[in-house]
């Protein structure tokens, strides 16, 4: 299996900025996509951005432009990096990893935007 913790999270004004991590762990050989969702109060999970094992990336529209995920193949880790974050960005953001077999997720992350 794989073990996914991620941090970063936390409080910042709009327009401000948050990097979220996410550190893999175990089988991470087998993973072929990792990626961000988030999950406001009484809203569905969204997927916010993803990368493939070759590096390909993919972002929510209410992002591009603000949001960028990138990796670190030699840490294990996968990054969120947060511009101009917006109040509707407030959300508890999740970090994934898919495998042939299955997925596996973080705990989750806080992020709160302020207005």
């Known amino acids: 299996q794989v073990q996914l913790v991620e941090s970063g999270g936390g409080l910042v004004q709009a327009g401000g900025s948050l990097r979220l991590s996410c550190a893999a762990s175990?089988?991470?050989?087998?993973?072929?996509?990792m990626g961000w969702y988030r999950q406001a109060p009484g809203k569905e999970r969204e997927l916010v951005a993803a990368i493939t094992s070759g590096g390909t990336s993919n972002y929510a529209d209410s992002v591009k432009g603000r949001f960028t995920i990138s990796r670190d193949s030699t840490k294990n880790t996968v990054y969120l990096q947060m511009n101009s974050l917006k109040p509707e960005d407030t959300a508890v953001y999740y970090c994934?990893?898919?495998?042939?077999?299955?997925?596996?997720w973080g705990q989750g992350t806080q992020v709160t935007v302020s207005s």
């Open positions: 175990g089988r991470i050989f087998s993973i072929n996509v």
């Open positions: 994934s990893a898919q495998m042939s077999y299955g997925r596996s």
